[in-house]
């Protein structure tokens, strides 16, 4: 332009047409490749949002009296357990001695390791064996058909 | 194509006077000299605040200020949420190249005196700037509430505590209560996505209007050479010249945003547990390094002052006479450049890059 | 002088009016006055069980607490005074082998300590007069005696240990007894000590296994019974295993064998197999059955912690591109239970049992790495996105600096 210092260039230039077409096509392009992304993440995703927080457990009458059931909460498993009385427990079903996944034994009415017959009360304290700390005791509410747990706040 | 934009100006011209718009468009130029290049780091800052508008609005429909969901929600937005990985560390690594360019170019006008008069006001509204995009940063790094953000946000208010008579009313007034809790949580980002916003609205759009009365500085030894006809004063249209060379520099910003979101995605951490103890090695972002390492030499005690104190006390003064620059170094208006100056600006600069690397260390 | 003192004190005492003094023990009245170790249990004494449960001097020393003369401590009033060591534990037992007086104080007291103290070693050799043993108040104090749930009793779990070293540590007091006394130390490093330091306050100390007042070395035969009450499966386990007949017929204690009596820290696989730290290698030789058997296990115990290594690397690397594998996690932490498990099946000293569970553990460690991989590949199917919107974007660069170019070049004649 009038005010350009450029010495004028050797050889021959392309022409305004390719340069306007390459300059159009690399605009339109980048504008899909940035709009795609955002529209992409404004439409919500399938899976609900209650990744660690809370999780449905499992379907009122699903599960009978006295009896356990792993269920996955956030990474890690959980047990749920259904008393004699009908009530809800839930706990963190890893168990703190080496992290095996504990379970429900319906003849003694406690929760048991297989590990290494590490033994906690429905409590969830470690009342026999080689854990060292009792089970995390997660909270559970029923709501309609669900028995959802979730973290004490 | 002409017809149809002439049609539409026309259109418009009618309406709100597009025209003179376009006359200062065509008549707005951009010196042109060995310094040109320092030019395009405001445009720079502007455009990296534009992307953390963007992004944060996007965050912004699946973050949760609570302390039982703000961690879960982020963490939902990582792996659940389509493109949510790339939203979150393009937002993480917009603000961080954002505050890198600011200093850029808060510094670049510093030493080649762009201050002087008449542009004291652009001066000191770009200073207010900077230290909004700092507050920014501050508050947006509690925001996910991890590990980290949580004891950094905890060691950072607890300064302000340290200020005698008022200092125990401004860690209250920062945390929403006397602890960090979930109280700080909801007010940081209250900060962070309404108060900071519209102040840097504000003060960004006195900034540009000011840029574009004044037009850009031409640095006094530049303008000596041309005043002495050793140098011709040569420039470049604003539109599209300059503009273009801005947009190619914001391609290229992108480019870099979207590999290093891609390659380095910005981490998450662990959730915060207030009740935990203080982890090893918290330390706050980058760009507070050189502050927080300078407090970590200030004896308990200096004089009569707590040490604490004594250091904000220090680093207060120092901001009031960076802000009032153009008022101290008057004489650079008048075309004479004191030497001083430009050795307080080495000073300063090298001062936070010896301090923030001896934080890394 | 100190003689003058006392009677002075007690000219003052008795010319003060017995109502003004109150019901008050003239045992401690005295007692505080004087100096040195006749004060020392007046001074303590009230924090002492035996006090706190309403008892005086004089319930266990005899004497008149009524009278503030020399005369309290006359025989007539029954006064017995301080007994000699060797008559301590009889001293401690005329009340605590009387199960109908124990029960006024504490319905579930026992009171077969005498009697068990009587099978000690302590015991035994305190009868025969040695008095460096352990008596009672060695281990529980004298007049500061607090029940063994406070955590400042000598008695209590968390300091346990440290009152039996107070003796078996001291190389000094112990000698002659041919005994070592590095068992503190030992312990000290073991994984049960590491466990009740966490506060976990079942954790066993040394009367544990040892007994407390019964206190004696188990027996070589009797060593699996003693773990075994804590360790149930690695007793059963040990009890069908072809060891326990060899072990017994070459009097090999069992367990303590491999782990060791005092300072048994937390086992590791390279103990099983044929390598340097094996303790099968310190019976078995090559050629024989045992030892194919443990280079087995070793293997197997290799192969499933290398897999659950290897599926961990990769999911962990995923994590951190920010993908989410909670599922795969949750897979791999059933092959890590695997992994323990086959380290008890360990305890059958049959390579087959360890295989069963490292053959399963195996199968869920390569699958949770493969959905580690497949997470990997989607990150890398998201560079490929990011590299296509790179090229969009130097394009528009190149475009742009052409653009500039053409513009700016003077325009040809």
Redesign the interface.
């Known amino acids: 332009m009038e005010t350009s210092d450029r010495s004028p260039r050797e050889g021959p230039q392309p022409t305004r047409r390719l340069i306007n077409l390459m300059l159009g096509s690399g605009i339109l392009a980048s504008i899909v490749a940035f709009i795609y992304p955002a529209i992409r993440y404004i439409i919500p995703p399938l899976v609900s949002e209650s990744t660690s927080r809370s999780v449905v457990a499992a379907k009122v009458g699903e599960l009978k009296n006295n009896t356990g059931e792993i269920f996955k909460f956030g990474s890690k498993p959980a047990l749920l357990v259904r008393l004699t009385d009908g009530t809800y427990r839930a706990f963190s079903a890893v168990c703190t001695h080496l992290q095996c996944t504990v379970q429900y034994r319906e003849d003694i009415h406690e929760i048991w390791c297989a590990c290494h017959n590490g033994i906690y009360d429905l409590e969830g304290r470690n009342v026999s064996g080689p854990p060292p700390r009792p089970l995390e005791v997660f909270e559970v509410h029923v709501q309609g058909e669900d028995v959802v747990v979730s973290r004490k706040a | 194509m002409t017809t149809v934009y002439r049609r539409v100006l026309s259109w418009l011209d009618e309406r709100f006077g597009a025209g003179s718009i376009e006359e200062f468009l065509r008549h707005k130029?951009v010196p042109?000299h060995r310094h040109t290049v320092w030019y395009y780091f405001g445009g720079m800052t502007l455009f990296l605040f534009i992307i953390q508008v963007?992004t944060g609005i996007?965050l912004l429909?699946?973050y949760r200020p609570t302390p039982?969901?703000a961690f879960?929600?982020v963490?939902?937005v990582?792996?659940?949420?389509?493109?949510?990985?790339?939203?979150r560390?393009v937002h993480s690594w917009s603000a961080n190249l954002m505050i890198f360019t600011a200093f850029v170019h808060m510094f670049s006008v510093y030493f080649l005196k762009a201050y002087r008069k008449p542009r004291e006001l652009t001066w000191i509204t770009g200073m207010l700037l900077l230290f909004l995009v700092m507050g920014f940063g501050f508050s947006g790094y509690l925001l996910p509430w991890n590990t980290l953000a949580f004891f950094a946000t905890k060691v950072g208010t607890e300064m302000a505590g340290s200020i005698p008579v008022v200092g125990k009313w401004l860690l209250i007034y920062l945390r929403g209560g006397e602890e960090v809790t979930g109280a700080t949580l909801t007010r940081f980002f209250g900060f962070h996505v309404a108060v900071l916003p519209g102040l840097a609205t504000l003060l960004l759009a006195m900034h540009l209007l000011l840029v574009q009365r004044l037009g850009m500085s031409v640095p006094p030894g530049v303008e000596k050479a041309i005043g002495e006809g050793r140098q011709p004063a040569?420039?470049?249209?604003f539109f599209?010249?300059f503009l273009?060379?801005d947009?190619?520099g914001w391609?290229?910003a992108?480019?870099v945003l979207?590999?290093l979101?891609?390659?380095f995605?910005w981490?998450l951490g662990t959730k915060a547990d207030p009740f935990a103890p203080a982890p090893a090695g918290i330390h706050p972002e980058w760009y507070f390094l050189f502050m927080f390492q300078t407090l970590r030499y200030i004896p308990a005690k200096v004089i009569f002052l707590e040490g604490e104190f004594a250091g904000l006390l220090a680093f207060g003064a120092a901001a009031a006479v960076w802000v009032a620059v153009p008022f101290i170094d008057y004489k650079a208006g008048f075309g004479r450049v004191t030497r001083f100056f430009t050795g307080l600006g080495v000073f300063a600069l090298g001062y936070m890059a010896v301090m923030s690397a001896l934080a890394l260390r | 002088m100190k003689k003058i003192l006392v009677a002075l004190l007690m000219l003052v005492w008795a010319l003060i009016p017995a109502a003004a003094r109150g019901d008050t023990d003239s045992c401690i009245t005295c007692h505080s006055a004087l100096e040195g170790k006749l004060a020392e249990p007046a001074k303590v004494f009230d924090q002492d069980i035996h006090h706190q449960s309403g008892l005086t001097c004089a319930d266990c020393h005899g004497g008149d607490l009524h009278d503030d003369s020399l005369n309290a401590m006359s025989p007539a009033k029954g006064f017995r005074g301080a007994p000699k060591k060797t008559q301590v534990p009889e001293f401690c037992a005329r009340c605590h082998s009387n199960v109908t007086f124990m029960h006024n104080f504490n319905p579930k007291a026992r009171a077969d300590q005498y009697s068990q103290y009587l099978t000690s070693v302590h015991g035994k050799r305190l009868k025969q007069g040695d008095t460096k043993v352990a008596a009672c108040v060695d281990c529980h104090g004298v007049h500061n005696m607090l029940p063994a749930s406070d955590t400042r009793s000598p008695t209590n779990v968390a300091n346990v240990a440290t009152t039996c070293a107070h003796c078996h540590a001291n190389a000094v007091y112990m000698k002659g007894y041919g005994i070592p006394t590095d068992q503190f130390a030992r312990y000290q490093k073991s994984v049960h000590a590491e466990t009740l330091a966490q506060g976990d306050t079942s954790a066993p100390t040394c009367t544990t296994c040892h007994g407390n007042h019964g206190a004696t070395p188990p027996g070589v035969s009797s060593v699996p019974n003693v773990c075994g009450t804590c360790h149930v499966f690695f007793a059963q386990l040990f009890e069908k295993s072809p060891h326990r007949a060899a072990f017994a017929k070459l009097n090999l204690p069992g367990c303590v064998q491999c782990h060791s009596n005092h300072e048994i820290v937390k086992p590791v696989d390279d103990w099983v197999g044929v390598g340097p730290k094996s303790v099968c290698a310190n019976c078995h030789t090559s050629g024989e059955k045992g030892y194919t058997e443990a280079e087995g296990m070793a293997q197997d115990l290799a192969k499933l912690r290398e897999g659950i290594e290897r599926a961990d690397t990769t999911l962990d690397t995923a994590e951190r591109s920010g993908m989410e594998v909670s599922s795969a996690r949750l897979e791999l932490a059933s092959a890590n239970e695997d992994l323990v498990k086959a380290r008890v099946n360990v305890h059958t000293f049959n390579e087959a049992e360890v295989r069963k569970l490292t053959d399963q553990g195996a199968g869920i460690s390569t699958k949770t790495h493969e959905a580690g991989l497949a997470a990997l590949h989607e990150r890398d199917v998201r560079r490929k996105g990011l590299g296509v919107a790179l090229i969009t974007i130097v394009i528009t660069i190149g475009g742009l600096y052409l653009k500039i170019r053409q513009m700016e070049s003077p325009p040809r004649s």
């Open positions: 130029t042109v963007l996007l429909l699946y039982n969901d879960e929600s963490q939902y990582m792996t659940q949420v389509r493109f949510g990985w790339l939203i560390s040569r420039s470049m249209p599209p010249n273009l060379r947009i190619m391609y290229a992108l480019g979207g590999a979101a891609a390659i995605p981490e």
